[in-house]
């Protein structure tokens, strides 16, 4: 199911609604990439609220959309992790060291609407 | 109910392996697991599921509940593959290593999020990888 993006001024807010295949992550890569380029996006939402599972090959391709869109100078930031899928990251060895995170879409905004420097220096 | 006995998911696309990791969650919910045990083991049936089309293209994923001398249940994934199965074992259990485009966690992070974790494999021999997840207080039998 390929996942909605919206876009939102100058951010674009991602919504995953259901559960991926790998072939719904890699889609998601790379449409991500074509509307940040496309719209010229400051940054980026990805909502995985609606995730149960986030193993590594998710957790891997949601990391790559943080460093190549990072590359093309917009900050992206994932929010809605949920507690027992955070918790088994970190068993799993996925802990989004350099990935930017928020609770949820509202506290994501926020964290990309602060002043620029702030914001790209957050997670790093 | 049919999923409270043996349940076998033939894997052999990426749809298979949503599939596979959502029946076990059903099944977990089922046995009143907690909410942190079901997505524990939904994630290792994600990881070593994905290893089976990754590198032996089909397979299938065994699902059942079983029980200990005291009465605990359990809930025993048997994936299972015919490929080429892995000459060093020892190394594709060691974090950061991988033989694919992975990073190396799928065998080490499956064995972390579960219970018991066994493997057994020889090279062209197919892979079998059993993961349990106990339920976490004892229950009278």
Same mark, same amino acid.
């Given at each position: ?20 295949? #790998?072939? #719904? ?15 010229? $996006?400051?940054?980026?939402?990805? #909502? ?6 986030? #193993? $590594?090959?998710? $957790?891997? $391709? ?21 507690? &027992? ?11 989004? &060291? ?7 879409? &509202? ?10 420097? &702030? ?6 | ?18 599939? =596979?990791?959502? !029946?076990?969650? %059903?099944? %977990? =919910? ?18 070593? %599921?994905? *290893?089976?089309? /990754? ?32 000459? *060093?074992?020892?190394? =594709?259990?060691? +974090? ?6 992975? !990073?190396? !966690? ?8 579960? +219970? +018991?974790? @066994? ?7 197919? /892979? ?8 976490? @207080? %004892?229950?009278?039998?």
């Amino acid at each position: 199911m390929a996942v909605p993006i919206l876009k939102q001024g100058p951010f674009l807010i991602a919504t995953i609604q259901a559960a991926l295949t #790998d072939t #719904d992550v890699l889609q998601l890569q790379d449409d991500v990439m074509a509307q940040v380029t496309r719209h010229r $996006s400051r940054g980026i939402i990805v #909502d995985v609220t609606a995730l149960d599972v986030m #193993d $590594s090959f998710v $957790s891997r $391709s949601l990391q790559g959309i943080a460093r190549m869109t990072r590359l093309r100078g917009a900050t992206t930031v994932i929010v809605g992790i949920q507690p &027992e899928v955070a918790f088994a990251m970190v068993q799993l060895g996925m802990a989004f &060291e350099d990935v930017l995170t928020a609770l949820d879409l &509202e506290e994501g905004l926020a964290l990309l609407t602060r002043p620029r420097k &702030e914001a790209v220096d957050g997670g790093a | 109910m049919a999923l409270d006995h043996d349940s076998v998911i033939p894997i052999a696309s990426d749809a298979d392996v949503v599939i =596979a990791r959502q !029946l076990a969650r %059903a099944m %977990a =919910a089922r046995l009143e697991l907690s909410s942190t045990d079901q997505t524990l083991l939904a994630t290792a049936i994600s990881e070593v %599921a994905r *290893n089976i089309t /990754t590198y032996a293209q089909r397979g299938e994923v065994q699902l059942s509940v079983i029980h200990d001398d005291g009465g605990r249940r359990g809930i025993r994934v048997i994936a299972l593959d015919e490929g080429p199965g892995i000459e *060093n074992v020892e190394l =594709a259990l060691r +974090d950061g290593y991988s033989s694919g485009t992975g !990073l190396g !966690l799928g065998l080490p992070g499956a064995r972390r999020l579960v +219970d +018991d974790f @066994n493997i057994e494999t020889a090279p062209g021999r197919g /892979t079998k990888v059993t993961l349990v997840i106990w339920e976490r @207080n %004892a229950r009278v039998a």
